[in-house]
């Protein structure tokens, strides 16, 4: 069974950084993606950023291009997620995904990022 773990989270001031990082554990083999999602508080749950294992390509959410950068390393199965230039619109729980074939769909429980303007 694979377990997503996140760690990084936390209270920083307007225009700070947060650097988050998240691991995939159990299985290391068929890792085909994984990113970020986050949750504002009464809002719904809104995609950030995601790497492809293969070719390292990325996307990103409009609110964040620019200030984000998502990296991964390949060995620990692990993804990174530098947060710069943080707003207090970036405050919710950030949810890491992993995505493995073939169609398979694991979730973190998520950590806190708090910006205080």
């Known amino acids: 069974q694979v377990q997503v773990a996140e760690s990084g989270g936390g209270l920083v001031q307007a225009g700070g950084s947060l650097r988050l990082s998240c691991t995939a554990s159990?299985?290391?083999?068929?890792?085909?993606?994984m990113g970020w999602y986050r949750q504002a508080p009464g809002k719904e749950r809104e995609f950030v950023a995601t790497i492809r294992w293969a070719g390292k390509g990325t996307v990103y959410a409009d609110s964040v291009k620019g200030r984000f950068s998502i990296s991964r390393e390949l060995v620990q199965n692990t993804v990174y997620l530098q947060m710069d230039s943080l707003k207090p619109e970036d405050t919710g729980v950030y949810y890491c995904?992993?995505?493995?074939?073939?169609?398979?769909?694991?979730w973190g429980q998520g950590t806190q990022v708090t910006v205080s303007s």
């Open positions: 995904k992993a995505d493995y074939h073939p169609g398979k769909t694991y």
């Open positions: 159990g299985r290391t083999v068929g890792t085909v993606a």
